[in-house]
């Protein structure tokens, strides 16, 4: 059997003005985003885990989603290639124009950037995601900076913004909080 092994480029390479899908920040500091690769899967899980009350998935989890799901996340590193910022999700598989967002982290660095929503919007703007017309996600009832975000980006996208319980206590086991399903959408592309 013939196995080839491809070098990666490190995120310190990546982060480059020249890579980046944007480059945001501040006078300080500059920030890039772009789509994760295989070096990012550690570097995205000690971020996760630097932000409660993010539930943190295995490093394994992260990987896949930097390699299998690359398209539809992304990552925001700072000039020195460190991890600052994350957004995971996918197009669902029984509705194509729906983005569901699972995670979007943004360390304790990047905080009062506006990171969280580039990072959303620069996944929504790639072309893999082009026919994407709602956007999907859960919050737990107590989390006010995710709801905070997501009214936010509905009322960008001037889009109407829907929710209801969607997993219960009981179903997560009874010691997490219920989780509401939030729905933004249908919206225009070109609003994004």
């Known amino acids: 059997m013939n196995v080839s092994t491809q070098p990666f480029t490190t995120s310190a390479e990546l982060a480059r003005p020249s890579v980046a899908d944007a480059v945001v920040g501040n006078d300080k500091t500059s920030l890039f985003i772009r789509k994760p690769n295989p070096d990012d899967g550690w570097g995205i899980y000690e971020l996760v885990k630097s ?7 295995s490093a ?22 460190e991890i600052v910022g994350f957004v995971s999700g996918y197009v669902k598989s029984n509705a194509s124009d729906t983005y569901f967002l699972w995670q979007v982290a ?15 919007e620069a996944v929504m703007t790639r072309p893999e995601l082009s026919d994407v017309r ?25 889009a109407p913004l829907n929710s ?28 994004i």
């Open 60 to 81: 394994y989890a992260y990987l896949l989603l930097a390699t299998q799901f690359r398209d539809s996340c992304a990552v925001a590193t700072n000039e020195e290639g």
């Open 106 to 120: 943004v360390g304790e660095k990047a905080r009062g950037t506006g990171l969280a929503r580039r990072l959303v």
């Open 164 to 191: 209801r319980e969607y997993f219960s206590t009981d179903q997560l086991g009874g010691e997490h909080d219920p989780e509401n399903l939030v729905r933004i959408g249908p919206f225009e592309p070109d609003r």
């Open 51 to 57: 932000c409660p009350p993010l539930d943190v998935n």
């Open 134 to 158: 709602h956007l999907e996600t859960t919050i737990t009832p107590d989390n006010a900076a995710s709801w905070g975000l997501f009214t936010r980006l509905a009322d960008r996208w001037q």
